[in-house]
C-alpha cells in the first residue's frame, strides 16, 4: 500500500509514522515530490489489513492510503506521479529531452574505441556505450576484454567528457565495474537474475535494465523494482526488441512498450533499435518511431568499419549512418515537442 501525506505534514509526524511502520515489521520507501510526500509500504501483509488502511487514514496528516495490487509498487506511477530524472554527470535522462548513448557493441581495441567515442561526441551523442564483459549465446564467441575494456572506456571518457555504460553479468564483477563505469547495464538474458538485480539494488550508480527477449512489460517491471526494493531507484528501462515469429530481424521492436511504461512507470524508456532490429539500414526509421512514441532516450551502436567488427556487425552503424540518424531524429523529436539533450 502506498501512504499519501498531506502536504502539511510536518517531518515529524512524518517520521512517528516511519517508526511505527518499521515496529510493524514493514519495509518503506520515501518518495517526496514538489507537491506532497508518498511512503511505500512494502512487506508482509498484516492480516486486518482494511482495518490497518483505516487506521492510517484516521491520521491528521495522512490524505489517502491507496492498496496497491499490481506486482510492483515502487517503480509504479501511484508511488511517484511524476518522471524520475536521472543526472549522471550533468546529462540529464528523464528530464522530457532525448538522450543518446552511442558506441560499439564490444570494446575491441584503443584505437576503434577513441575513433568512435571522438566521433560520437562530434555528432551530439550523450554517453558513450561499449562492452567489456559480453555475453554470448556461444561459450566459443568473444568475451569482452574485461578489466582492460573498462580501462579504455575510462580513459575515452576522461578524453571526450562522455559519460560511460557498459554490462556487467555477474554479481563477482559488480564492485571491479563499478570502479569505472557510470551506468551499469543489464542484458537481456539477465533481466530474470534475481541475485544479480538485488545486487544492483545496493549500488550507488543508475542501471539501464534491458527487457528480457520473452519477458512481458509486467515482469520487466517486477525486475526493476527487484532494483529499488533495494533502495536504488535510478533505473532507466530499455526495450531492446523481443523474440516473435519473425525472422527477417533479429528481434521485434515493441513500439508498445514505450508510452506502455509512461503509463505504468515514473521511470525513464530507452530504445535499443539496433538489437532490436540487427539490421542497420532500418535502426533510423525504427529510431525515429521510438522518438515519435516517448522514449527518453536511445542507444545505438556505431562502429568504424562495421563489416569487420567482432560483434554485432550487422547491426552497427557507419559512421556516416550515425550522423544521418541524428539528423532525422532531430525534427522528429521537435514534432512532438521534444528536443536532443543538450551536447555534453
Ligand atoms: C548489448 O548491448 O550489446 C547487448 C548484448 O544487449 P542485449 O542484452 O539487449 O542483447
Ligand atoms: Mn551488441
Known amino acids: 500500500m502506498i501512504i499519501i501525506l498531506e502536504p502539511k505534514a510536518t517531518l515529524e509526524q512524518r517520521d512517528s509514522l516511519l517508526t511505527d511502520l518499521k515496529q510493524r515489521g514493514y519495509g518503506v520507501h520515501l518518495s517526496e515530490g514538489v507537491e506532497r510526500t508518498i511512503v511505500g509500504v512494502i512487506g508482509t501483509p498484516e492480516l486486518d489489513k482494511m482495518n490497518l488502511v483505516e487506521q492510517f487514514e484516521s491520521l491528521p496528516f495522512v490524505e489517502r492510503v491507496v492498496p496497491i495490487l499490481k506486482p510492483y509498487k515502487l517503480v509504479g506511477k501511484s508511488f511517484k506521479p511524476e518522471g524520475t530524472v536521472i543526472n549522471v554527470r550533468g546529462v540529464k535522462i528523464g528530464d522530457g529531452s532525448v538522450c543518446i548513448m552511442a558506441g560499439p557493441c564490444t570494446v575491441e581495441s584503443p584505437e576503434m574505441l577513441f575513433e568512435t567515442a571522438r566521433f560520437v561526441k562530434k555528432c551530439g551523442a550523450n554517453v558513450l556505450r561499449g562492452g567489456a564483459f559480453k555475453p554470448s549465446t556461444s561459450p566459443y564467441s568473444f568475451h569482452g576484454l574485461g578489466e582492460q575494456g573498462l580501462q579504455l572506456l575510462a580513459e575515452a571518457r576522461d578524453e571526450t567528457g562522455l559519460p560511460i555504460i557498459t554490462e556487467v553479468m555477474d554479481t563477482r564483477d559488480i564492485e571491479l565495474v563499478g570502479k569505472y563505469t557510470d551506468i551499469f547495464q543489464i542484458g537481456t538474458r539477465n533481466m530474470t537474475n534475481f541475485s544479480l538485480l538485488k545486487e544492483m539494488g545496493n549500488v550507488r550508480k543508475p542501471v539501464m535494465l534491458k527487457r528480457g527477449w520473452a ?15 533495494q533502495g536504488n531507484y535510478e533505473i532507466i528501462l530499455c526495450e531492446r526488441g ?12 515493441d513500439i508498445n512498450a514505450i508510452p506502455s511504461i509512461h503509463e505504468l512507470s515514473h521511470l525513464p524508456i530507452f530504445a535499443d533499435p539496433s538489437h532490436a532490429t540487427g539490421r ?9 518511431g521510438a522518438v515519435a512514441s516517448g522514449a527518453d532516450g536511445l542507444i545505438i551502436e556505431t562502429h568504424p568499419n562495421p563489416e569487420k567488427a567482432i560483434k554485432d556487425g550487422p547491426q552497427s552503424l557507419t559512421f556516416t549512418q550515425f550522423e544521418e540518424l541524428l539528423t532525422a531524429i532531430r525534427p522528429v523529436a521537435e514534432a512532438v515537442g521534444r528536443s536532443l ?3 555534453v
Do not use: H, K
Open 215 to 229: 519477458s512481458t512489460i509486467e515482469e520487466w517491471l517486477q525486475a526493476a523494482e527487484y532494483i529499488a526494493s
Open 242 to 253: 523481443i523474440r516473435t515469429f519473425e525472422t527477417y530481424t533479429r528481434n521485434t521492436f
Open 280 to 288: 542497420r539500414s532500418i535502426v533510423q526509421a525504427v529510431s525515429c
Open 341 to 343: 539533450s543538450p551536447a
